[in-house]
Every structure is written in C-alpha cells, then in structure tokens.
C-alpha cells in the first residue's frame, strides 16, 4: 500500500543526492532522540525489523548506535529502497543487512520474518488507515520472538485529543489528502496491541509532540 503519492507536501519532503540517497529533515531531526530511546529499551543484542525505513537515515543511526542488535531495513517504495542501498554503502556496518521490501498493512509478512527482538515503525501510522494499522500491529505482534518489543514512534491524538495547533493543522491536511489517513489515538492504539496480544510497557513522551509507544510479546 503505497500513499505517498496522496501525502500533502509537509508530509513527504525529501532531497536526492548522489547514487539515488534521498534525505528527510524530519528524519535529521528526530534521529538523536529515536536513538537515545532505543538505548533505553531496546535489547543489548538480536534480531531488529525496522519497518518503512524511508530515507535510511535512521537505520544506519541505529546500526551503528546498537552494534549487538542485527538489523533489516524494509520498505514498499522501490525509490526509498535505493535511498537505504546508498546510505548503507557509505556506512559499511556488518550488523546492517541489505534492504528488502516489505508492505507491512499487508496480512502474511510475519512468517517470513519471525523471531524479532525489536520492530521499529517510524513516522507511519498517521500516513495509513485503521485497518492497515490492525493489519500492521497483528503481523508485528506474530513476527516478535518472546519478549520481544514493538516500537511505535510518531504523531499520536492523546486520548482522542490533537494537543497543539500544528498537529491539528497536519491532521486536517492528512485528511483532506486521504480521509484514511491522519493522527492515531494513542488509547485506541494501546487497545489493538493488547487485542494482538501484546503487552504495553510504556508511553513516552518525544520531542516536537511525537510519542513512543512500546509493548511487548510476553
């Protein structure tokens, strides 16, 4: 499911450089802050999915950021995949394996890539639909190995409540684009990982009012 091509302009804003690298000032932006958390939660080694990698800004942040941990980038996007490639020649890490692609919001990826410790989504939730989201969070919660956590980082409505005018704003546009898309509420959410089995662990709060919820496969 690719909806990039309906996102309003504040939501896909990336420059090419050479050998197809794409950069996001989003990404730059939050990167420190997304690592940081992952240091806090994550496992000292494993297995890390890291789903819509996008740019590949942050999986090369976090490879080198958590050597212990192997990770797989994936995205939908052929033209992010490329993106990712490049990034990952220039940094050269053995824990960081070749992107592949991936559609999450479809039933049936999980078996082909079960046993994770971590699965990261980034920035995406707000950009799909309900029941891509039930789809997503259901096939996460099967693909995690025991104990293993889900991250969910991103824009989130606080029980049901779009806290500043800015996101009010980018919800509004998100909506005009694709009435699917827009903000998530953070206790629906919370519901759907407790309906996939999962266990929340925690809810922090992130710079420029994102949020990151993480549960668990108990």
């Not at 050597?67 to 053995?94: C, H, K, N, V, Y």
Request: contains cysteine; charged residues 20%.
């Amino acid at each position: 499911m690719n909806q990039r091509s309906t996102l309003p302009p504040a939501a896909r804003v990336a420059s090419t450089h050479g050998h197809g690298r794409l950069t996001a000032p989003a990404a730059a932006r939050n990167a420190a802050a997304i690592v940081q958390m992952l240091r806090d939660v994550a496992p000292s080694r494993g297995r890390a999915l890291e789903i819509a990698s996008g740019t590949g800004q942050h999986i090369v942040q976090l490879a080198t950021a958590l050597p212990g941990l192997s990770w797989q980038p994936s995205d939908i996007d052929p033209a992010r995949l490329t993106s990712i490639a490049a990034w990952a020649a220039d940094a050269l890490l053995p824990n960081l394996r070749p992107a592949c692609q991936l559609d999450a919001t479809k039933a049936g990826w999980a078996e082909e890539h079960a046993s994770q410790d971590v699965i990261l989504l980034v920035n995406l939730l707000h950009l799909i639909g309900d029941t891509a989201t039930q789809v997503l969070i259901s096939e996460s919660a099967k693909a995690l190995a025991p104990g293993g956590i889900v991250i969910l980082y991103g824009p989130f409505m606080r029980s049901g409540v779009l806290t500043s005018a800015g996101d009010r704003a980018f919800h509004e546009s998100l909506r005009e684009a694709d009435p699917d898309m827009g903000y998530k509420d953070d206790t629906i959410v919370l519901n759907k990982l407790r309906a996939a089995g999962l266990t929340p662990m925690d809810r922090v709060e992130m710079p420029a009012n994102n949020l990151t919820i993480i549960a668990q496969k108990i």
